[in-house]
């Protein structure tokens, strides 16, 4: 049995805009996350409230940005800032979350890279709760 083995080099001096040339992959996307739409729902007091639904799985490519804690309201407030690349999908927006490895993330902005439709990229910051 013929197995072909492709081998790919990646320069050191490419940034990661560079590599998403190679989104096509399958190594490129080695993480699983899902995606969580939200709906609204009426109470039994006629209120509307928001429930986070689990939607759809999806396979993407994760970057930490940066992480920044600081002191707001006499409280510690921490804020992590990712880059999630997903396969293009044009039903993910602003209005969901992500989750990855049990935490939550808010999407802060969603682009099609050079509006190519085959990739999409989620800029996400985490939601940290504290319990207070």
Known sequence: MNKKIRTIIIDDNSSATSSLKEYLNSW?????????????????????????????????RITPISGTEYFHAEHVQAEVTTTFIIRYDPSISVLNRVTYKD???????????DTEHKATILNCKEIVHYGV
Do not use: C, H, M, S
């Open 103 to 113: 935490k939550n993330y808010e999407i802060l902005g969603v682009f099609d890279k």
């Open 28 to 60: 490129f996307f080695a993480d699983f996350i899902q995606a969580i739409p939200f709906y609204t729902i009426l109470n039994e007091f006629g209120e509307e409230e928001v429930i986070w639904r689990p939607a759809k799985y999806l396979w993407a």
